[in-house]
């Protein structure tokens, strides 16, 4: 069965940049029709989709984020990782990693990790 | 970019009771991409329908989805008390850009 999780610093300084790492088990990162994403969720609020990257590379992010996102993948350590630059208190949210089968819904999802942003 | 909205933002209701929750979708979603997610209190979201009406692995047939274009409805036909939480719309028209709904909480009435 396929397993997500989410792993990364809780907290990060304004104007750093926020990096989460997403290991998954019972199932290769690599193989093919594959898409990996992340969604956010900030306190009290809704999910907001930050981006996803196809299993050959190719990377697809919120317009809202692009400046500021870079998702990669690791096939050998059967990873993908979130990078956030220049993060503000407004990028303090529940980050889940999760899978969007044909691209598009998530079929299965992380557990989720806590990040805030403060000095 | 697709805006959702959802409706109503609450809705409170008892157990056994039919729940109609509603997303609007700002274009035509194309070949109706669209899915529901139930989300509880510190978990994750957990996926219910896909293509508008497709339950997902493991969903009662309590649930169900309809619609297309710009209108779409998730029903549960008979509230037990393990649904009531808050439930998301998403839209995957495009794998290029995604949108969720801001979401309706189902309450105990």
């Known amino acids: 069965q396929l397993q997500l999780q989410e792993s990364g610093p809780g907290l990060v300084k304004p104007s750093e940049t926020l990096s989460l790492t997403c290991t998954v088990s019972?199932?290769?990162?690599?193989?093919?029709?594959?898409?990996w994403g992340w969604i956010r969720q900030p306190p009290g609020k809704g999910l907001e989709w930050i981006g996803s990257?196809?299993?050959?590379?190719?990377?697809y992010y919120n317009p809202s984020l692009k400046s500021r996102v870079t998702i990669s993948v690791d096939t050998s350590k059967n990873q993908f990782s979130l990078k956030l630059s220049s993060v503000t208190a407004a990028d303090t949210a529940v980050y889940y990693c999760?899978?969007?089968?044909?691209?598009?819904?998530?079929?299965?999802w992380g557990k989720g990790t806590t990040v805030t942003v403060s000095s | 970019e697709i805006v959702l909205t959802q409706s109503p933002a609450t809705l409170s209701l008892s157990p056994g009771e039919r729940a109609t929750l509603s997303c609007g979708a700002s274009?035509?979603?194309?070949?109706?991409?669209l899915a529901w997610y139930q989300q509880k209190p510190g978990l994750a979201p957990r996926l219910l329908i896909y293509?508008?009406?497709s339950r997902a692995t493991g969903i009662p047939d309590r649930f169900s989805g309809s619609g297309s274009g710009t209108d779409f409805t998730l029903t549960i036909s008979r509230l037990e008390p393990e649904d009531f939480a808050v439930y998301y719309c998403?839209?995957?028209?495009?794998?290029?850009?995604?949108?969720f709904g801001g979401g309706t909480k189902v309450e105990i009435k």
């Open positions: 999760a899978r969007p089968k044909r691209g598009g819904y998530m079929d299965v």
């Open positions: 019972g199932g290769s990162i690599s193989s093919s029709s594959y898409y």
């Open positions: 990257i196809y299993y050959s590379g190719s990377t």
């Open positions: 274009q035509s979603v194309s070949s109706s991409y």
């Open positions: 293509d508008a009406s």
């Open positions: 998403q839209q995957y028209g495009s794998s290029s850009s995604l949108t």
